[in-house]
């Protein structure tokens, strides 16, 4: 959904190829500060990024992945300038936010969580709209910047001019997988609490979703420089 608006040109039409059958999950990401930065919110992260300018670095795992894309909202967002610093993965991303060489990294809150709760980072902030049940201490970045809302999101789609009876027997049968699994709770205990939500939505709900994140995503991809990427197939 969002190669459109990151890369330079891309095989395939959101709308004409494609039709939105359910929201399946949202994943909340993590704002996670080196240890050793005088930084323990968003409102000190604005801060000390005011004062210290492009000399302040974040992490971005892949160009134009989601947590870029986070990463660009947030510096949009906050009014503020960083550095984006681009690493082949985020395993190279988090060794370098581990041992200091990096101020922040913006990613899916499952892989910051160990290492926050063992004191070797710290998670400032999380993306969602409300705080998130595996870390309930952590405020989101909205109580600091109304509006500021992100999440790396699934869905199920299907090609277009699909008839009418499908999308609806695809919805019952993930309704009945999460009714299977325990419900809502169920699943999310089974996904280790990598999701916010877990549910099985008709497609209106999609296209709302995807319609106000693609104003946003695109306006920070066009002002981060980030919307001529090269499409690689195959």
């Not at 101020?103 to 070797?120: C, E, T, V």
């Not at 309704?175 to 809502?184: E, K």
């Amino acid at each position: 959904v969002t190669a459109p608006m990151t890369m330079k040109a891309v095989p395939y039409g959101i709308e004409k190829d494609f039709v939105p059958i359910s929201l399946v999950a949202k994943a909340p990401l993590s704002v996670a500060i080196a240890k050793d930065l005088p930084v323990t919110d968003i409102k000190s992260l604005i801060a000390y990024a005011k004062a210290n300018g492009s000399k302040t670095t974040f992490a971005v795992g892949s160009i134009g992945s989601a947590g870029h894309l986070a990463t660009e909202l947030l510096k949009r967002a906050g009014g503020i300038d960083y550095t984006v610093v681009p690493y082949k993965g985020t395993a190279p991303a988090f060794q370098d936010l581990l041992g200091g060489r990096i101020d922040g990294f913006i990613d899916p809150i499952l892989g910051s969580l160990a290492y926050h709760k063992a004191g070797q980072l710290r998670v400032v902030a999380v993306t969602s709209g409300t705080r998130t049940p595996n870390l309930p201490d952590v405020p989101t970045v909205a109580e600091t910047i109304p509006g500021y809302e992100f999440y790396s999101w699934y869905g199920l789609w299907g090609p277009a001019k699909l008839p009418d009876d499908i999308p609806v027997m695809v919805l019952g049968a993930a309704s009945n997988v999460i009714i299977r699994d325990g419900g809502i709770p169920g699943v999310v205990v089974r996904l280790g609490r990598s999701f916010s939500e877990i549910t099985a939505e008709p497609d209106h709900r999609m296209r709302v979703g995807t319609g106000v994140l693609d104003v946003r995503v695109a306006r920070a991809a066009r002002d981060a420089g980030i919307a001529g990427l090269e499409f690689l197939s195959g």
